[in-house]
């Protein structure tokens, strides 16, 4: 085993692997609870029984795609990156797909599984590796500060540190709040122990901080430890059914499943770069085995449509087990085996609190922006697109959009400078198919 995940090349162990593992699906087990939420439309009382989702089903299919997702990852590409149903993509699956279009929610699981079988035939072709690789290293570097920014900000936002503030947009938060007490502790905790250089310190300060809430009734303790898995059966297999009608096959259903390769091939690009550079994986600007970590989110999109959730991509919490020590793909199986016991321990989630969990997301966002450091911040044409890059992803909220936002500004600057040469003529497509996705959006 630790010869098949090169331990000693890559100065790891299996404490280190293991720990990394742990942080990272606490970093991201809110997606077990979050995502079954989104696509049974929880905040929606008065839709028709028929478009909503069976809450324990999508539960069940969270878990096992993510597990799904996360093996595939760890043993054929080796990456300490996990994968989970999207947020973006599944807010889009349920709210647009479902609520405003009036799809069933069989069409909506139809399109993911196409999505995911194209995405499929593209990774086995090597296109998509292609494509990823002809994105310039400025980009990449500028991608990641970004989604450390978006990560930072979703930490600050949950902790209720930032709220929104009807003359600024935003504003600071009330500090006298309990939670948000919670919260600043959690970062206070683990910053020490980040900056003594204690291994795992982001780890050990979710540990930390959820034991204080515990203690002071902030964090409620679980009721009991085990529950039995809900039915999978309400969801399974279901997608089948669209096939056979003819209200399936529109133009509208086809804008959809556009919308799902469209975004998660940016979203999953992005966050395979930006992690794979923290761990110092991406070398003369190409990540080696991308093509395998690619098949990971195809192979778990397609079961998981099957099982019944939204399309599934690589999550930028992996980078909290990074910081935590992780660097092999042993750690993505470690995270794997904690989803699929999480079917049988969903009462001990409730522990997992966004005051616990927001101190690492914004620890991880200082580790991910220090690749702004390696950006050529003195030629304006590349400072302009990468500042671009980051910065819209935590304004608009979509890391797909900052991308699209930098990779329309860098061929226009580059033009201007000069320097079109340079330029990769993948580069000009993705800026064509990017403005027409902004004006469309």
């Given at each position: 085993m630790k010869k098949y995940f090169q331990f000693d090349e890559l100065g790891t162990s299996y404490g280190r692997e293991i720990l990394g593992g742990f942080t990272t699906f606490l970093a991201m087990a809110y997606i077990l609870v979050v995502n079954p939420l989104t696509l049974t439309l929880n905040d929606v009382k008065d839709l028709p029984d028929a478009l909503r989702m069976d809450y324990g089903a999508v539960f069940v299919a969270t878990a096992v795609s993510a597990a799904i997702g996360c093996f595939v990852m760890g043993i054929l590409a080796k990456y300490p990156l996990a994968l989970a149903p999207?947020?973006?993509?599944?807010?889009f699956f349920a709210y647009t797909v479902i609520l405003t279009n009036g799809s069933p929610w069989q069409h909506a699981l139809a399109a993911v599984f196409i999505s995911g079988v194209f995405f499929l035939i593209l990774t086995l072709t090597g296109l998509r590796e292609k494509l990823i690789n002809a994105i310039p290293m400025q980009l990449k570097l500028a991608v990641g500060a970004g989604i450390g920014l978006?990560?930072?900000?979703i930490g600050f936002k949950n902790a209720g540190i930032i709220v929104s503030n009807p003359n600024t947009l935003i504003g600071l938060g009330n500090l006298h709040d309990s939670t948000v007490l919670l919260a600043i502790f959690g970062i206070i905790v683990t910053v020490i122990l980040m900056v003594l250089g204690l291994k795992g310190g982001v780890f050990y300060g979710m540990v930390i901080t959820a034991v204080v809430g515990m203690i002071f009734g902030l964090v409620d303790l679980p009721e009991k430890v085990l529950s039995a898995p809900p039915s999978i059966s309400p969801t399974f297999g279901s997608l089948f059914s669209a096939f056979s009608d003819p209200e399936f096959y529109t133009l509208?259903?086809?804008?959809?499943?556009?919308?799902?390769?469209?975004?998660?091939?940016?979203?999953?690009?992005?966050?395979l770069m930006?992690?794979?550079?923290?761990a110092g994986f991406v070398k003369d600007n190409r990540l080696p085995r991308a093509g395998k970590a690619l098949i990971s989110d195809s192979i778990a999109t397609i079961a998981g449509s099957i099982f019944g959730t939204s399309t599934v991509t690589s999550y930028v919490e992996s980078s909290s087990g990074v910081a935590a020590g992780a660097r092999t793909g042993f750690a993505s199986i470690v995270t794997g085996i904690l989803f699929l016991l999480a079917l049988f321990f969903s009462p001990v989630l409730s522990v997992v609190t966004s005051a616990v969990t927001?101190?690492?997301?914004?620890?991880?966002?200082?580790?991910?922006?220090s690749s702004l450091g390696q950006i050529d911040w003195n030629r304006f044409e590349l400072a302009v697109p990468a500042f671009l890059t980051m910065i819209m992803m935590p304004l608009t909220?979509?890391?797909?959009?900052?991308?699209?936002?930098?990779?329309?500004?860098?061929?226009?600057?580059m033009v201007v400078k000069g320097r079109a040469k340079e330029v990769s003529l993948i580069m000009y497509i993705f800026a064509l198919i990017f403005l027409a996705y902004l004006i469309t959006l």
């Open positions: 999207g947020l973006g993509l599944n807010a978006f990560v930072a900000f509208s259903m086809l804008s959809v499943i556009l919308t799902f390769l469209f975004v998660d091939f940016f979203d999953n690009a992005g966050t930006a992690v794979a550079n923290q927001a101190p690492a997301l914004i620890i991880v966002g200082v580790l991910m922006v909220g979509s890391i797909a959009t900052g991308i699209a936002v930098g990779f329309i500004f860098y061929p226009l600057t």
